[in-house]
């Protein structure tokens, strides 16, 4: 499923409740880390989830349910997020989508037209843990940048947009809200927006219960756009160095149904045939939020029919998303 396509009004699992720190590491961290006086441009902690409360667009994230396969070998630990509220996080992340389409150019031609289209972002950010909720973060993001020479003269005006993501257990992102610049203008907005979906819609879940290296688990959520699939995660625990983990990932997408909504139409196709796949290897930082390195790739192909099944579409997809520390 090509990141070009997905709808973000689209309608999401409702998430699990968040889990709680202990009250007291809440507290210590707070009086230690900032003060309400504190700006979220200066602060180490974001002082309220000002994206909660600010005219932010809220979008649901699919929630994922995770089964562990394998316990791993050796001394069991549990992967539990503690969120550093003593300083921010700086990362870049780096989208990349590219669909294909071949599709016959009339009922009498045997001619096809072949259509590309490819959108690439690289956005800086600067996120902080909300001081009294280490289920949330907010963020700032600098000016992203494009190898679309049309798009990068657009992008300039997103410097200083700013959102938030709000967690449940498992360092499993539920909902992003996002509110560019007043400057920023559509196609910049939008270009922002369908990375950041496409990042959080392949954030790898972890395991609420301890495991050991060599651990196995399972994710599955529902993501929903032009077409409902199951995405499968297969997650492997390759390494655990305090806490930082080193994930192996792979990615199997599956249609739920045999329907694809035409982006900003009411008509629809059937799915003939489909198969995205993909697989990259994730760091975590546990007391981070967001991942500190990485790299996923999924690609696939899908066939569309419409009224005239001698007339199908063909569409390759790819997408790759890169996590890393900004220098």
């Not at 045997?110 to 949330?136: H, I, M, Y």
């Not at 498992?170 to 920023?184: E, F, I, S, V």
């Not at 954030?203 to 032009?226: D, E, F």
């Not at 077409?227 to 792979?250: F, K």
Request: net charge negative.
């Amino acid at each position: 499923m090509s990141a070009l396509s997905r709808n973000p009004d689209h309608a999401r699992p409702r998430p699990r409740t968040v889990g709680a720190v202990t009250a007291a590491a809440i507290v210590a961290a707070t009086l230690t880390a900032c003060s309400t006086a504190d700006t979220a441009d200066d602060s180490p902690c974001a002082p309220t989830a000002a994206s909660k409360s600010d005219g932010a667009r809220s979008i649901a994230i699919p929630d994922a349910d995770v089964t562990v396969v394998d316990p791993g070998q050796g001394p069991a630990q549990a992967l539990t997020s503690s969120p550093a509220v003593d300083s921010p996080q700086q990362v870049t992340l780096e989208t990349s989508s590219l669909e294909t389409s071949v599709a016959p150019t009339s009922r009498t031609s045997d001619t096809n037209q072949v259509q590309k289209t490819e959108q690439q972002l690289v956005t800086p950010l600067t996120a902080r843990t909300v001081c009294d909720d280490p289920a949330s973060l907010e963020f700032r993001i600098g000016a992203p940048t494009s190898k679309d020479t049309e798009l990068q003269g657009l992008l300039g005006a997103l410097d200083g947009t700013t959102g938030g993501i709000s967690y449940t257990a498992g360092m499993t992102p539920t909902r992003l809200r996002l509110k560019p610049t007043d400057a920023a203008e559509s196609p910049a907005r939008s270009a922002l927006e369908q990375s950041l979906i496409g990042a959080l819609d392949y954030a790898v879940p972890l395991p609420t219960v301890p495991v050991a290296p060599g651990a196995v688990w399972r994710s599955v959520r529902t993501v929903s756009a032009a077409a409902t699939v199951t995405q499968t995660m297969t997650v492997t625990l390759t390494r655990r160095d305090g806490d930082v983990a080193t994930l192996e990932v792979t990615v199997d997408e599956a249609p739920v149904n045999s329907v694809f909504a035409i982006p900003g139409s009411q008509a629809t196709l059937h799915i003939a045939r489909y198969s995205m796949a993909g697989s990259g290897t994730v760091t975590v930082d546990l007391r981070r939020l967001l991942p500190t390195a990485g790299t996923l790739r999924v690609k696939g192909a899908r066939e569309l029919v419409g009224d005239d099944p001698n007339r199908p579409i063909l569409q390759q997809n790819e997408f790759t998303l890169t996590w890393r520390k900004s220098q």
